[in-house]
């Protein structure tokens, strides 16, 4: 009689013992944007699918800019890792925010599997961000992109933000790569 009751209020004081050393959502406190290092084929195929109909559907004109936004002097290697979260960040807002436009029936199905993916990205990196680094101060170079994005947002139509986003999504997908490669990015 004395094990049947003894054996409960065991599993009771380890249960408390072992949630006391591991508190509730310890194991979730580290960043993994691992899943980004190498993108998913049918992913990187969605994305072209997207690409290849807007050029379809977008004339020319519309594509027009006078900010060159996504051509930078520099590499997103030689950023510091926290520096290539919030570029990735800022360039996964603007393309979020382009993808969400209203648009024909046919492109809007398109976008969708596309649009899924960079604003769950987004999230990700977001949530790093407020983990590793919430205090973190862009470096010149990128401080000077992160003005040029604001500028452009103000200055240019929605159409050539929208062109020059859907555009360059590739060289986004591999700034992605690069954040969650980290150090290993060279």
């Known amino acids: 009689m004395l094990c049947l009751s003894f054996t409960p209020l065991l599993a009771l004081v380890l249960g408390?013992?072992?949630g006391a050393a591991f508190p509730q959502g310890a194991l979730k406190k580290s960043c993994s944007l691992s899943k980004?290092?190498?993108l998913v084929p049918h992913e990187l195929k969605a994305v072209q699918k997207m690409k290849e109909q807007f050029e379809e559907i977008t004339p020319l004109s519309d594509r027009k800019c006078n900010t060159r936004l996504f051509h930078r002097k520099w590499n997103t290697p030689e950023l510091s890792v926290p520096d290539r979260v919030m570029l990735v960040e800022a360039e996964l807002d603007l393309a979020t925010a382009m993808l969400g436009l209203p648009t024909t029936p046919t492109f809007a199905e398109t976008r969708q599997r596309p649009l899924t993916f960079l604003t769950q990205a987004r999230e990700d990196l977001r949530g790093c961000m407020a983990m590793e680094a919430p205090s973190h101060q862009p470096s010149g170079k990128l401080r000077h992109w992160l003005q040029k994005l604001q500028t452009?947002?103000?200055?240019e139509t929605v159409g050539c933000l929208e062109a020059t986003t859907i555009l360059h999504l590739f060289q986004v997908l591999n700034d992605l790569r690069c954040t969650a490669l980290r150090e290993q990015c060279t």
Do not use: D, G, M, P
């Open 16 to 18: 408390a013992s072992l």
């Open 36 to 38: 980004y290092q190498f």
């Open 152 to 155: 452009a947002k103000k200055t």
